[in-house]
């Protein structure tokens, strides 16, 4: 399994703007992406500025093949104009644990 797993520093303001482009590329990514376990970007509660970015993918050919979408192009578009400040977003190999809360 691969996880992806950072954050976007922006202006709240900016995050707004932007929120349309990105509930769309996460509902295009959960509902056409083979290989695909969870994909979400989340504003930080204490801190508007900040969007988190979690992903998970049962493979690197999975991820690979979504860095080739045509909703990753358009959202990349949309991102493009964006005033971000700061960033960092990293991938990681990982496995499954054990459940701590829920599921």
Known sequence: MIVVE???????AEIERLRPAAV?????TKANEPGCLEYAYAADLADPGLLRVIERWEDQ?????????AHMAT???VLAGAKITGASVKAYEGT???????E
Do not use: C, I, Q, Y
């Open 6 to 12: 950072g954050w976007v520093r922006m202006d709240a």
């Open 75 to 77: 959202f990349n578009a």
């Open 96 to 102: 499954f644990a054990k459940t701590l809360v829920g």
């Open 24 to 28: 769309e590329m996460m509902r295009a």
């Open 61 to 69: 050919a999975a991820l690979d093949a979504h860095f080739k979408t």
